[in-house]
């Protein structure tokens, strides 16, 4: 989730709602529901060893959960009316952080907008 959000700018809301199938591994991609539209994010180096730790981690913890949530929790993986965890979930699971998901989005956005500004003018 903080690689979402720190990499590719996605809000916590969006990181709540993927699915396991939006996933793609196997062409290092992650399509993001965006309304009715979708949008694909290529995942670089760190973000797609991340998500495939996740995808390892989770079927380990819950191999039985249903769940089609790309993130689940102790209380969602295998809660039978398969609820996406909430941002309060999200926000808990890096106490220690310093900043929060949506400070982190934001600094992601600022940083390519600095990356990317037309200085000439």
Not at 39 to 56: G, I, M, S, V
Not at 78 to 107: F, I, K
């Amino acid at each position: 989730m903080l690689a979402l959000a720190a990499v590719h700018a996605l809000p916590p809301r969006e990181i709540t709602r993927l699915l396991v199938a939006d996933l793609d591994l196997a062409l290092g991609r992650l399509d993001v529901g965006r309304g009715h539209r979708r949008h694909t994010l290529h995942l670089e180096d760190l973000t797609y060893r991340l998500a495939a730790e996740w995808l390892t981690e989770r079927h380990r913890r819950w191999p039985h959960s249903t769940n089609p949530h790309l993130l689940v929790s102790q209380q969602t993986a295998l809660d039978a009316n398969h609820p996406s965890v909430g941002v309060r979930t999200l926000r808990g699971a890096c106490p220690s952080l310093e900043l929060s998901l949506w400070q982190l989005r934001e600094d992601r956005i600022l940083d390519e907008a600095c990356l990317t500004a037309d200085l000439s003018t």
